[in-house]
């Protein structure tokens, strides 16, 4: 019989038995079959055939073709899909733990968050250039007697001789940002406007340096625009302030009144990207400059920042070291030997040059350049508070995990003993603490973004979320990954170690076998937040010592006029005038100022008559008028003020306490000194000035000589104790009288101070928001575990209640043990937190002290946070009704 | 929102289960419905219909003996369930009262002559 039978077409047979569903495909094959046998019987082979293709393919269609991936489960999909609805629904069911421990989570990563995008900025300066690799820029290294000293900038023929000599230098651009030689802030107005309007950013810069920075031009040709001599270039942002919906490339601008010297406009940059060093809305050319005759081919002074732009392949050491060698050999050498420059060879020995790539310019901070620097330092520091910040987070995460384990461990012991295997369970602690970190992720990243601004605000900075970057959703998919991971790793080997039966039976001590280890995380937690209480402490201390000491002038009531040079002698009268008025106590002109962003000159000084023979003294020589001491509330140490109209005076100078000291004049009145300047004026002291800070406290006073010039860029003037609006009021009367076409602009000298100090205040504020925000998550986590020890010792607290405790009885009780750690955590505390602190002092020259006070008071400010934490657990638990715990046996 | 979702085929196939009673299978069902209605009905297209209702939940289905003739496969034989008989119910209700509802000049128009 079995002969007989006729097959169907078997390619169709097997095509259908490959698409067709599994649980399918036995029974129509049966049905196919027996209609095809019938078929064959009633009309041949040929027709069946047919019939059955035809089936066949009738029969794929979207029902019966079995479902692409898979029908039987080969992955552990369904395994995954039911720890998740296990996690949502333990999530749902404590909702006071599950917030603690995703919100406690979110508010780490929300702060590591914050803290990577500001060290991401940091260290995004100056890579946007399209030769960056090949941009540098030279720094002059000394040493002096163990101290090390950077500087950047050099003389004006520098850059060309050493283009001149070697050839793999390819192109080198000067800038010139010295506020002596008029960079800085200035008047400006169009050459068809009478109007003046103050703004910020000029420099002096070679017309090649646009091409070195490869600056893109909005209007002009960066090769061209500062070719000509008198030539300038605007930012855009600038070009649209001034020349609104035009083309300004050949307009005259002039610059301070300067109406005999017009600037051409040259080309129009656009704006800088924030994270460059090079902030300028100005650049005037150096091209045809001289700020006085011989000054560019002079090797007396250095003042020009000197780029460089390396040709391929050349080594920037390499280059240097010959630079160094070379430049010593030819020009620094001869002219110090010609100046008489006693051991010049030994002090050139300790100096040489570097190549510093554009790139480390930001952060590279202790070179003096007059920029404003990030420091590595800081990036270190606020790295270390992010990581520690959310190691505190997972810390909570681990606690509250292994101290709730008691209700999940006869889960454990019932998947076990329905054959679940360590590892599955492991894998199932694991996903859910994914699960969790992924969520607070998702928190994390809302918050951050609401915090943004508060932030920027704090750290100086202007930042973004990167939302469109397309690393954004994998990075930080896999940052929650490896979080969730570790935070959940030793709770899933932890729980995953329950033995079934004991679990089951109900021996597990309830949550205590892990005590030691969440004792000792919280000894940590309270650790990392006693270091940042007590850090904040410190910075707030220095912050006051600097602006409550005696600073040697009276910052206050003085107000500062500026932008007078555009009345050039008419100052004068100015002056006059504003003596006149009742309010008024004195006023000086000077743009020398013992605060930032005023003018300074660098000169060396000796005795008379050992100018080739002793080292000389590195100084300051300001330009004042006389009435300067007295405006600026000074005090005479030793000899006389200036006296106006006292001829003599013209060479007679003040000069400061550090300066005689550092002259070795014992009695420095009617000594007589002189400095580099080449012209050989010697100047009598005729007072000595007592000691004032003119520079951050970060430094030591310097040496520093007061004689009478004319400065006239700032007027200085003193108000008397009456109404400063009023005063104001009065002053600008004054002014307006004498510039019509500029408006009157002017600050306050205690603010300029305070200015100085921003960095410090800057690091007290970031310093509180972190010690704020440790102290909240550790007292978090000590919130759900003294709520969780609660629970655990209900019945005992009962007992103990119903057999007489008092409620002072039981609060001890269950305060105590949490105090001990905190304290155990102080003590730990303490000498870390004195070190670091000592460590971040070192900086200022002038410090406050870190007394003992400040860790009195950190103590007891810790144990009373935590003692207030815990209390209202404790007070609960103390205040329950016994019966309602007891009555369930 | 409708109650039970039966298309027309499938309520072909479903009534033609219970017409069949115990013998309704792949081979059976589309012989009846091809003798009964003379519609050509393809293996396929009653294959798919009778998943479909079995996944609705409107059949269940047992596994029956393996002949010869079906080259030693099984045979799957179906019946109605409970919420199948319910569908055919509501079908057939919902139409009763459609055609009660037709007012009867509709299908038996007189014209009046003038």
Redesign the interface.
């Known amino acids: ?1 079995k002969k007989n039978r006729t097959n169907p077409p078997k390619f169709f047979l097997r095509f259908f038995r490959w698409f067709c569903h599994p649980k ?1 495909r ?10 095809y ?2 078929r064959a019987k009633e009309s041949g082979k040929r027709n069946a055939d047919l019939k059955f293709i ?2 066949v ?8 073709i079995k479902p692409a991936e898979g029908y039987k489960n080969l992955n552990t999909y369904g395994m995954y899909k039911s720890y998740f609805k296990i996690v949502w629904r333990n999530l749902l069911r404590q909702k006071m733990y599950s917030f603690i421990k995703v919100g406690g989570l979110a508010m780490g990563i929300a702060a590591c968050l914050l803290i990577s995008l500001f060290i991401k900025d940091e260290l995004s300066y100056d890579q946007q250039y399209l030769n960056g690799k090949r941009i540098f820029r030279v720094v002059g290294v000394v040493k002096n007697k163990g101290e090390v000293m950077a500087f950047s900038t050099f003389q004006a023929p520098f850059a060309k001789s050493v283009k001149d000599d070697y050839p793999e230098i390819e192109q080198v651009g000067r800038l010139n940002a010295v506020e002596l030689f008029g960079a800085g802030n200035k008047e400006f107005r169009r050459a068809d406007v009478e109007d003046n309007s103050y703004d910020e950013g000029f420099a002096y810069a070679d017309p090649t340096l646009l091409e070195i920075f490869q600056i893109p031009m909005v209007f002009g040709n960066a090769s061209k625009a500062l070719d000509a001599p008198n030539t300038i270039v605007l930012s855009k942002r600038k070009a649209e302030k001034y020349f609104p919906n035009e083309d300004p490339v050949g307009k005259l601008v002039i610059l301070n009144n300067d109406e005999k010297n017009p600037l051409t406009v040259g080309g129009v940059m656009q704006d800088y990207p924030s994270n460059t060093h090079f902030q300028f809305d100005f650049l005037i050319t150096l091209k045809g400059k001289e700020f006085w005759p011989g000054e560019q081919t002079s090797w007396c002074c250095d003042n020009y920042q000197t780029y460089l732009l390396l040709s391929e392949g050349a080594d920037p050491k390499v280059l240097a070291s010959k630079v160094t060698a070379s430049s010593i050999e030819k020009y620094y050498l001869p002219k110090m030997l010609e100046d008489g420059v006693p051991n010049a060879r030994e002090i050139l020995k300790n100096a040489h040059l570097e190549f510093q790539p554009v790139s480390n310019i930001h952060l590279d901070s202790e070179i003096k350049d007059g920029l404003s620097h990030g420091n590595r330092n800081t990036l270190w520091l606020f790295g270390g508070i992010a990581v520690f910040i959310l190691i505190i987070a997972c810390i909570n995460f681990i606690n509250l995990y292994t101290a709730r384990s008691a209700n999940r461990a006869k889960e454990v012991g019932l998947r076990k003993v329905t054959g679940s295997l360590r590892s599955n369970l492991i894998n199932q602690f694991l996903t859910e603490s994914i699960f969790f970190s992924i969520l607070s992720f998702v928190l994390a990243v809302a918050l951050a973004a609401a915090l943004l601004p508060f932030f920027n605000s704090l750290a100086g900075k202007s930042l973004t979320v990167p939302w469109s970057d397309w690393w954004l959703l994998p990075v930080f998919l896999a940052a929650a990954i490896v979080v969730g991971f570790f935070a959940g790793l030793y709770p899933a080997f932890y729980l995953s170690g329950f033995k079934p039966i004991e679990v089951i039976k109900g021996n597990v001590a309830r949550g205590s076998r892990s005590s030691q280890m969440r004792s000792f995380l919280v000894v940590f937690q309270f650790t990392v937040s006693i270091v940042l209480i007590v850090g904040t402490f410190v910075t707030y201390r220095q912050m006051n010592f600097i602006l409550n000491k005696k600073i040697g002038f009276d910052k206050d009531q003085v107000l500062l006029l500026h932008g007078a040079n555009t009345l050039d002698k008419k100052v004068f009268t100015l002056k006059d005038e504003l003596l006149r008025l009742p309010q008024v106590k004195s006023a000086s002109i000077s743009d020398f100022l013992p605060v930032r962003g005023t003018k300074r000159n660098g000169n060396t000084f000796w005795n008379k008559g050992k100018v080739k023979i002793d080292r000389g003294v590195t100084g300051q020589n300001w330009e004042v008028d006389v009435d300067y001491i007295k405006t600026m509330g000074m005090k005479i140490a030793d000899g006389r003020d200036f006296i106006s109209n006292k001829s003599t005076d013209s060479l007679g100078v003040i000069i400061n306490q550090s300066m005689a000291k550092a002259l070795g004049l014992k009695e420095p009145v009617g000594n007589e000194i002189t400095n580099n300047n080449g012209d050989g004026k010697q100047y009598t002291v005729i007072g000595v000035v007592e000691d004032f800070h003119f520079e951050s406290m970060k430094e030591t006073i310097g040496p520093l000589m007061l004689r009478l010039s004319f400065s006239p860029n700032i007027v200085s003037v003193k108000v008397n104790n009456a109404d400063m609006h009023e005063a104001i009021n009065s002053i600008t009367d004054v002014w307006k009288k004498f510039s019509m076409h500029q408006p009157i602009r002017y600050s306050f000298l205690d603010q300029n101070y305070a200015m100085m100090y921003q960095d410090v205040e800057r690091s007290g504020r970031i310093f509180t928001s972190f010690a704020v925000l440790a102290v909240v998550i550790a007292c978090l986590g000590l919130f759900a575990l003294s709520a969780f020890m609660v629970e655990q010792r209900g019945k005992e607290i009962s007992v103990r209640l119903v057999l007489g405790a008092s409620v002072k009885n039981v609060f001890r009780l269950l305060t105590f043990n949490f105090v001990k750690l905190v304290l155990i955590a102080f003590v730990i505390a303490t000498p870390l937190a004195w070190y670091i602190m000592n460590q971040w002092l070192q900086d200022f020259a002038y410090k406050t002290e870190i007394g003992w006070d400040i860790f009195l008071t950190t103590g007891i400010l810790s144990v009373v946070i935590a003692v207030l934490t815990i209390s209202y657990q404790s007070v609960r638990a103390a205040l329950m009704n016994p019966v309602s715990n007891l009555r369930s046996e | 929102m409708k109650k039970y979702q039966l298309g027309e085929f499938e309520e072909v196939v479903l009534l033609t289960v219970g017409v069949l009673y115990d013998e309704a299978y792949g081979v059976s069902i589309k012989k009846e419905i091809e003798t009964r209605l003379t519609r050509n009905v393809s293996v396929g297209a009653l294959q798919t219909a009778l998943k479909r209702l079995e996944d609705k939940g409107y059949l269940k289905s047992r596994e029956g003996e393996a002949t010869e003739e079906r080259a030693g496969r099984p045979k799957k034989y179906f019946q109605i369930t409970a919420l199948g008989k319910r569908a055919m119910e509501y079908t057939k209700d919902t139409r009763d009262e459609l055609w009660s509802a037709i007012p009867n000049m509709a299908l038996n128009p007189k014209f009046v002559e003038e």
């Open positions: 019989m399918l036995n029974h129509i094959e049966g049905d196919l079959m027996e209609l046998d019938e035809t089936d393919l009738l029969l794929f269609r979207p029902g019966i």
